[in-house]
């Protein structure tokens, strides 16, 4: 038997499961959380509950192909619950890496170790229930620096501003090194919160930074930027309500500041000019001035980088993969060892383990659709590499002491959360950490075991 693996089940991973199962191959998914849908499922703002509910019934769509074996609570990397080594040991025809981009951007700034300093991925993942960041500690306070102009930097700031239960939030500041005509978020994301910001505030950020955006053709006039990015402040009845919004731009974040009890107590920031660059894009080049920012709270929006500790070669960008020289543009899926110069047969990365940060739920599935085409091509002339089967690979996993997750587990544990919602059906609920998860998944297991054993003794005897 040629079976594949597949480490990560967010949604590239698992429209790749899909599309290798549909091709005839078994395939078997090996996931670092309990439940499957990894950024669909704990990356997507938790309102979003439609997105939300249609994304786990494709995924349940996928794990009901009988070729697709499901092995969760197992975290794939070298200094993790299985090697690469230990992985290859279990005679893979494939493995398209689809573990998205785990680990975490800051700037490395002096300070950035203070209580209340974040990275905005683990912060989401806080705020959306995923064991261990659910416990664990992401408190703010009062005035909270959003670093970044993109999508998730507003979704955090309306989680701050909007949804956090234990909010105390008085001021949410945007900053970015660059000006209004580079802003990255949608028009609609920005609608939820655009009645928490200052006109008059806006206005007055924007004619200090516009002669610096003029000087590279850009138009930082109020009119301009409110038609392109904050059109219901074009009405002249627009008013706003606290907390406040506001946005800083042209500023590079240098230092983080103490303040009294551990926490941080301020932002340091280089005022920036732009230049042009000879492609015709822009820079941000810091003119010497310096402002510092009272704030209580730091989060960094900027990306996500690869984790190297998985043990995957690195190249430049993240993962290495094998250099195209005739079309640079294109992508590439296979893996590549840029110290032995070659190419590494039948492993690929897709998704965000090629490309990290980029696109939506549907850019990922994509690209998990076209790496797992690859890795079909590869397989079809392979001999047959005796890939271990699903109950011998639980039982490696479960040797070495780790609590592995099925697809009856999955089942089990959609029972509990359906139970623990029925006061309130309409409710989202979520087991805020894996003890709890396992507690959840044994009670329906028993009660499962009950009802059919007293069922079994209703039956009449002859």
Request: with cysteine.
């Amino acid at each position: 038997m040629n079976g594949v693996f597949v480490v990560g089940a967010g949604p590239a991973g698992m429209f790749a499961a899909r599309q290798i199962a549909l091709a005839g191959f078994e395939v078997f998914l090996f996931n670092r959380d309990i439940k499957p849908g990894g950024l669909a499922e704990y990356g997507i703002y938790p309102m979003k509950d439609k997105m939300k509910s249609g994304l786990r019934k494709q995924f349940a769509k996928v794990l009901e192909l009988p070729n697709v074996h499901y092995f969760g609570h197992v975290q794939v990397g070298d200094v993790y619950d299985l090697s690469l080594a230990e992985l290859e040991a279990m005679r893979p025809a494939a493995i398209l890496y689809t573990c998205g981009a785990q680990g975490t951007k800051k700037l490395g700034l002096p300070g950035e170790d203070l209580m209340g300093v974040y990275a905005a991925k683990d912060f989401v993942y806080h705020y959306n229930q995923l064991p261990p960041y659910a416990s664990m500690d992401f408190s703010t306070g009062k005035r909270i620096a959003v670093i970044g102009m993109g999508n998730v930097a507003i979704d955090i700031a309306r989680w701050l501003l909007l949804d956090d239960p234990a909010r105390q939030t008085e001021d949410v500041i945007i900053v970015a090194r660059r000006g209004p005509s580079e802003i990255k978020f949608d028009k609609k994301e920005i609608e939820y919160v655009d009645r928490h910001i200052s006109r008059a505030q806006l206005i007055a950020e924007l004619d200090r930074v516009r002669e610096r955006c003029a000087s590279v053709g850009q138009d930082a006039s109020p009119d301009t930027v409110f038609e392109q990015h904050f059109r219901r402040l074009k009405d002249p009845a627009f008013t706003s309500v606290p907390p406040r919004l506001s946005f800083r731009f042209l500023s590079s974040p240098l230092a983080v500041l103490p303040g009294n009890d551990g926490r941080i107590g301020g932002l340091q920031v280089a005022e920036n000019e732009l230049v042009l660059r000879p492609d015709g894009s822009t820079a941000a080049k810091d003119t010497g001035v310096r402002t510092t920012i009272a704030i209580d709270t730091l989060i960094f929006a900027i990306g996500d980088k690869h984790d190297a500790r998985i043990g995957l070669p690195m190249g430049k960008d993240g993962y290495a993969t094998k250099p195209n020289p005739e079309s640079t543009k294109e992508p590439s899926y296979q893996v590549w060892d840029p110290t032995a110069e070659r190419a590494v047969e039948g492993r690929f990365v897709a998704g965000w383990a090629r490309l990290a940060s980029t696109g939506l739920v549907g850019i990922a599935r994509h690209d998990g659709e076209v790496g797992a085409n690859k890795a079909i091509e590869f397989l079809k002339s392979l001999p047959d590499r005796c890939t271990m089967g699903a109950d011998e690979v639980q039982a490696r996993l479960e040797a070495r002491g780790l609590r592995v997750v099925t697809k009856p587990d999955l089942e089990l544990l959609t029972r509990a959360e359906q139970r623990a919602r029925e006061p309130v059906p309409a409710s989202p609920y979520g087991f805020a950490d894996n003890e709890s998860m396992f507690q959840a998944i044994d009670r329906e297991r028993e009660l499962l075991q009950t009802s059919a054993s007293e069922g079994s003794q209703l039956v009449p005897t002859a």
